[in-house]
């Protein structure tokens, strides 16, 4: 019965073609096999991952240069790159991305970096995470699906931006919370007017009990951005990687550091920048991917240090709430991508997130996320073991807001006092 | 003493007056009178505010817009019209601005607008307010006076704004807020690293303090932004204009709705839609500003209602805290400015702000601070009161992030449930 009505779905799919412009089916990365685009996230021969397969504009690179360039300053401008209709840019939705990346001179000089190093600072999203990248994207399928739900299960930026991207697109939106999240982030979740659910329980079970509901009538004509529509979903991350080599003058970085909750956006950043590759639009050159964990929740950093192929679950405990996975999906694929890459996965500690959060913003005026602090913290951490090169051009991505994890960084005024010059004199501040 | 000190500042300003771009004079809004470019904010033959005076670039408006089209995507694609020196997009700042103009077709027909209405969204900043547009033009004037802490009072949105510019450029900074604001808005005014001083009393208590410090050896050495830099800094608000305008093709709105703290915002759009006009970017042709404050601290609106040309001072009681200055510096030119474009001045009451903040959110997916709640909520009761024509083009300011006003909209999970499709069941949402 499940079965019948994904056929049905995948021949709808089929039919509206044009919906996702270069996108051409989706084909398991375990067994290769091609199924038509549609509604659908796991193989059914091997049950490996479904991802989208493109026709790509290939061989004229000066020619798609111009054209991206000359696009919207959002993640539109790389819609030919991408599985959505080629009017994107004009339909009702947030335009998130074109962030900055920044040139983080004061950061380079306190980490002892001589070369380049920047920001990819996505707190300028729309919601102020990465989020909505792939929401957005996932919304053009759920409208080709004819979806009137969206939904997912989040560990707390997702749930803002799905209920955001939600109103903006008048689509219905219905999600699942741990029941334990940061004020910030369910507020932010919950005032865009959609139903919001908090569940009694980890990530992991909001997860599983979103995969459950999928399966069942309660669930028909939902579209779950991170389940249903994953393979789409994902898709929006590799926009991170277009921008960062757009904004460094169409080049490669050499070294990038990327948290890993799921894992599934390092390794859309490593299918971004290969696409690239292939498309002629950055010279070829080796990169090298570094994963970022909290130590309270690292079972990919562990696996790698392991050297296991296998991430083994844990539960979480950390203040990076976003990254808090304990069974990410991509863990496997990710100790890949930092193998061939020569890349590495590292964790630091909720104190280190904490002094990392401080640090970048003392420094270049960012107020991240806990999971900002995860990637500042481990880039300091990988660089004074001698792992990442400072002498190379790296980029470090910034996911989140600082201002959804409040709590993380117990931060005020240095003194309270009386409006009086005699009062500012005895602070010892003047 | 003091006046020496100044006419010493204002020749080291001349000597640096590449600095300041087209900037050519300050020139008081009262009489008149020009004095060199300086860190002096009012005129010593009649006390009035002093403004930034240009040598605009006329006579060539299809190359000055082509100059600013291919700019940076932030506010130095005006430098031309700014008092910045022209290498300024290279130099360490915020890069704020060019943030997105939303066309809000599903909250303008909630509304019964006709014509096109547009939210332009400021949240997209660096900080998240349009503070970083002002604070970034008077860190300029910072440097170029040699001043090393920057400086201001605050009710909040500027202190971030302050303390993150200060980060990035390499300046010190110590900022002044009242002892009672939002928890979102202290954390971040202290997260850069700077000092961050909370004073007994109310935003205008705040203010005359640090008149009180400018003024005295305490001070010295010290860039306030909205004190001593304050021509500099009002003028980064005129890019607010500047990119509604482009952002509409190059038209003027027929209509826009801003919100009034000190009222400076108000001015400087109408200043730089007059420029836009004389430097022939956009067509001539009517437009109407109406200012939007909270019912709790309406002196401008109250004024404007009784027909009188003075603005009388309150003691603010609001939850539109950014928006609370009980004495408003500029408030006679924006009742100037009102009458003169055929607009009004409105405000509304917090339950209003709290509903359209909402509003907002559900409608566009933009999740406002109370001053997006006072500006929508203003923009529905025009409507509904005949004032505002919805036949038009109209403009409605969001300048500021939802996330740090949390308290105001007690928004919360519709239920909380165990992880079961059972539980899910009972709760009805399917």
């Known amino acids: 019965?499940?079965?019948?009505?994904?056929?049905?779905?995948?021949?709808?799919?089929?039919?509206?073609?044009?919906?996702?412009?270069?996108?051409?089916?989706?084909s398991c990365r375990e067994c290769g096999e091609r199924v038509p685009l549609g509604p659908v996230f796991a193989c059914t021969s091997c049950f490996g991952p479904l991802e989208v397969a493109y026709e790509l504009p290939l061989g004229d690179p000066e020619g798609l240069r111009r054209r991206i360039e000359s696009g919207p300053a959002n993640i539109w401008r790389y819609a030919p790159l991408l599985p959505v209709p080629a009017d994107v840019a004009s339909r009702p939705n947030l335009r998130p991305g074109f962030t900055q990346l920044v040139r983080a001179d004061n950061l380079a000089r306190e980490l002892g970096v001589t070369g380049e190093l920047h920001v990819k600072d996505d707190s300028g999203n729309p919601t102020h995470s990465f989020k909505d990248r792939v929401v957005a994207v996932a919304v053009e399928a759920a409208r080709a699906f004819g979806f009137t739900t969206l939904s997912c299960s989040s560990t707390g930026n997702l749930a803002g931006a799905v209920g955001a991207a939600a109103a903006r697109a008048g689509l219905r939106s219905c999600v699942f919370i741990p029941h334990d999240l940061e004020a910030g982030k369910v507020v932010m979740a919950a005032v865009y007017g959609g139903d919001l659910v908090g569940i009694e329980g980890t990530y992991d079970d909001v997860n599983r009990f979103c995969s459950e509901l999928i399966g069942d009538p309660l669930g028909e004509g939902w579209g779950f951005v991170n389940v249903n529509l994953r393979p789409y979903y994902g898709e929006g991350s590799k926009t991170l990687a277009y921008e960062i080599c757009e904004q460094l003058g169409w080049r490669l970085p050499d070294q990038l550091v990327v948290p890993?909750?799921?894992?599934?956006?390092?390794?859309?950043?490593?299918?971004?920048?290969?696409?690239?590759?292939?498309?002629?639009?950055?010279?070829d050159r080796p990169y090298r991917i570094f994963g970022a964990q909290a130590e309270g929740c690292s079972p990919v950093s562990r696996a790698f240090k392991d050297g296991q192929d296998v991430v083994r679950p844990v539960k979480p405990d950390t203040i990076a709430k976003s990254l808090a996975i304990g069974n990410p999906a991509d863990g496997p694929y990710v100790l890949d991508i930092a193998r061939r890459t020569g890349g590495?996965?590292?964790?630091?500690?909720?104190?280190?997130?904490?002094?990392?959060?401080r640090l970048l913003a003392r420094t270049e005026g960012i107020f991240a996320e806990t999971a900002g602090g995860v990637?500042?913290?481990?880039?300091?951490?990988l660089l004074?073991?001698?792992?990442?090169?400072?002498?190379?051009?790296?980029?470090?991505?910034?996911?989140?807001?600082?201002?959804?994890t409040l709590d993380a960084v117990a931060a005020g005024p240095s003194v309270t006092i009386r409006p009086s010059l005699g009062a500012f004199r005895e602070a010892g501040l003047g």
Request: net charge negative; proline share 3%; glycine share 10%.
């Open 1 to 26: 019965m499940r079965r019948k009505g994904l056929a049905s779905m995948a021949v709808q799919a089929v039919e509206r073609a044009t919906s996702f412009g270069p996108a051409v089916a989706l």
């Open 260 to 283: 890993i909750a799921s894992g599934s956006q390092l390794t859309k950043i490593d299918k971004g920048l290969r696409e690239l590759i292939a498309l002629g639009l950055v010279e």
């Open 344 to 357: 590495a996965v590292e964790d630091v500690t909720d104190p280190e997130i904490v002094d990392a959060i």
């Open 375 to 381: 990637t500042v913290g481990v880039t300091r951490k």
């Open 384 to 404: 004074e073991a001698g792992v990442l090169d400072p002498s190379l051009t790296t980029v470090v991505l910034n996911t989140g807001d600082g201002l959804k």
